[in-house]
């Protein structure tokens, strides 16, 4: 694929410079119409970077052209932001497949193969990060609806207090035992707050809301959220385990 290709003028071409600018500029308007959206947008990048018309800013007014580009036919900004991280975290591999393009007579084959395996490898990285916050805006309407709706004042005091623990591992993710304590210290306003929170842990790792795993050198533990939690529980299996919680003082591993 060779549509459009300028020669490597460098920040000395003067009018020559200028005028295969805007040879490139004509281009984008005409003959690289013939081709997907997405290939115009790389390979405006591509001859904008090779061509290399200031004396700094290049890579980032080509980047921005490609973004663009994409925006025009509808992507989100999100994704550019995304490509753009590509380009400086994959930085040998960019100016490679730059210098190799360049030296194919800008056969754009190596910078699009470079390029759309960035745009896979950060879409597949965006759909994760959809994906986890839409489990956890699921995660967050469940609890609250289930908890919500304990009738007992004691047990409305408690799932009160379930419900911030369960925010406090949405929010901050994976913790360990002595870091929860720590960020739960003004949670627990009773004689023993480590005996409560225990309880409490051990109450929501019941219900299966929470894991709770022993560290790679078994001097601790980890707790972590369970977002499979709201497509495991029904509305009457929660409310069976509520009810057949044991009702001794029960601390479980953790105390000990």
């Avoid at 490609?66 to 992507?75: D, I, K, T, Y």
């Avoid at 870091?179 to 009773?190: D, F, N, P, R, S």
């Avoid at 790679?216 to 509520?242: C, H, M, Y």
Wanted: hydrophobic letters at 40%; glycine letters at 6%.
């Amino acid at each position: 694929m060779t549509f459009g290709t300028p020669r490597h003028r460098g920040v000395e071409g003067g009018d020559d410079c200028a005028a295969a600018l805007h040879q490139l500029c004509e281009a984008v308007r005409t003959i690289f119409r013939d081709h997907d959206p997405l290939i115009q947008a790389l390979a405006l990048h591509y001859h904008f970077a090779a061509m290399h018309p200031f004396l700094d800013g290049n890579g980032r007014t080509a980047r921005a052209l490609e973004a663009l580009m994409l925006q025009r036919v509808g992507l989100r900004d999100t994704l550019f932001i995304a490509m753009s991280n590509y380009y400086y975290e994959e930085k040998p591999g960019y100016l490679s497949a730059l210098a190799e393009t360049r030296t194919l007579s800008h056969d754009l084959t190596p910078f699009l193969k470079f390029a759309l395996k960035g745009i896979e490898k950060q879409c597949n990285r965006l759909f994760a990060e959809i994906r986890l916050h839409v489990a956890k805006a699921l995660y967050r309407n469940t609890m609250t609806d289930l908890f919500g709706r304990l009738r007992s004042p004691r047990k409305r005091v408690m799932s009160d207090r379930h419900v911030q623990l369960l925010q406090l591992f949405l929010d901050h993710g994976s913790r360990n035992f002595s870091e929860v304590i720590k960020q739960t210290a003004g949670l627990y306003q009773v004689k023993n707050p480590r005996k409560a929170l225990i309880r409490d842990l051990v109450y929501l790792a019941g219900l299966q809301a929470i894991d709770i795993k022993r560290t790679a050198d078994k001097t601790g533990f980890i707790i972590s959220i369970n977002l499979d939690w709201p497509t495991q529980i029904t509305e009457s299996e929660f409310f069976k385990r509520v009810k057949d919680m044991p009702k001794a003082k029960v601390y479980g591993f953790l105390s000990s």
